[in-house]
């Protein structure tokens, strides 16, 4: 029963002392770590899948819209932590320390691993190797493999100073009404190959942030009506309709069924899904109160440690033939164990001590 209120007060809006609901945008969404947990396990599926360890329809390029929902994620969190601040000296502070500390010290962690064992067996798991691959990602101009997403991650945190900027000048709206076009045209000149251009690279992806932020800025605003909505007949077969286009995320699945899917970041049912998602869990739509489970959530806290450590795990597994020892599914239960346990070491070990760290480095 005590479980069952505490779900029960997840999914419902907050009381006042006189019983009536408090309809204000809350500071803490339990939904969203599962979601970024969800993220996560999206990306070790696609990579499992890609493998051979999981059905091939599984791969080929789902785990992509992982990192798009991560980077929507990122960009409604940080405007929803820091655009009802004013932009000044101490508050920048702040925003460079968190950001930088969250990814950064497991980011660098990784790099020099990767360095230490192609120095010595001659062999890296990252594709850097060579001296330019090597300051590329250091400078986080590039990453390589799975790292490719941090740069892009990092990149925007600068962008973001200018945006919030804005905000405080009341022009964000219009900044975002400009940026708007100009990354549809660039998601679909990547993605056409009209130019020769990097998809991994921030100017193809950040629509994805700058959908975080819009939906952040219109729930904050129509938070009660967003609740509202969302219990009624129409809100719960939004919900179904979202359940229904996670099944539907694979881009094998979907052309199968006859719908060529475009990449990720200009995959239209990805660029209706993902605020579609957003909103439910921020609104706490009942539908996805699994997301709030501690299992997920705990995914979510160890989602960045998951995302960058899988990536060894597979490859040995592939190399290993794995799949061939056991079968394909054991292969891949086994990779999930060894890339969750190194996920829970890692975030134990390095992430949050050195966020603590740095955190106190700073504030001193």
Known sequence: MVKMRNMQAIISPPENSSGSAVMSLPRKLPLLDGLRGLAALIVLVSHGANAGFLP????????????????????????????????????????????????????????????????????DYYSIESARDVALNLLLLRGDRVLWSVPVEVQFYVLFVGLWWLHDRGWLRTALLLLAPLCAAMALIAALGLLPIRDTILPVWLHFFLIGIAMRQVIARHYAALVEFLRSRAGVMLGLAALAGLLLLPPALRALLGHPALPAYADPLVLVLVPVLLALCVAGHRLFAWLAHPVMRWFGQVSFSLYLLHWPVVQLAEEHDLGALVTPLGAFAVVSAVSIAAAALSYRLIERPAQERLRRLASG
């Open 56 to 123: 091939e329809m599984l791969g080929a390029g789902l785990g992509r819209t992982g990192v798009g929902v991560f980077y929507a994620l990122s960009g409604f969190l940080m405007a929803h932590v820091c655009l009802d601040k004013p932009l000044n000296r101490a508050t920048l502070r702040t925003y460079g320390v968190a950001r930088g500390s969250r990814v950064l010290p497991l980011y660098y962690a990784v790099i020099l691993v990767d360095l230490a064992l192609w120095a010595l067996v001659g062999r």
